[in-house]
């Protein structure tokens, strides 16, 4: 029996991925699923996990985060990915410059 970790889709359908972003200063958390947000297609991934604490830029913390569920999204040949951002200060500057670094790191790698 071969396993498939790509969606079962209908022949001709796209598939859609939700990728959920939270970044603050403290850690970043990178979450996967499908549009409807049932099935977990990657895993949860915090920037502490891939990153040693006293790494000084928190750009680099969410790119090395991001770049799992990169290749995740890319074995399962997900083509589109719906962003979603959020932060802990609503839309302060910062906190928007740590996101978009997320996001060119989405989208170098996807």
């Known amino acids: ?16 991925g939700v990728c959920y972003i939270f970044a603050s200063f403290g850690d970043s958390f990178i979450y996967g699923t ?5 099935v977990n297609t990657c895993q949860y991934v915090t920037s502490r996990m891939k990153t040693q604490y006293a790494e000084t830029n928190p750009c680099h913390r969410l790119h090395a985060g991001c770049l799992d569920v990169t ?19 609503g839309t302060w500057l910062k906190l928007l410059d740590l996101e978009y670094s997320v996001l060119r790191a989405l989208a170098c790698g996807v």
């Open 34 to 38: 499908d549009v409807y947000g049932k």
């Open 1 to 16: 029996q071969v396993l498939s970790l790509r969606p079962q889709v209908v022949e001709g359908q796209n598939v859609l």
């Open 71 to 89: 290749h995740r999204f890319k074995e399962m040949s997900v083509p589109a990915l719906h962003i979603r951002l959020q932060d802990t200060e």
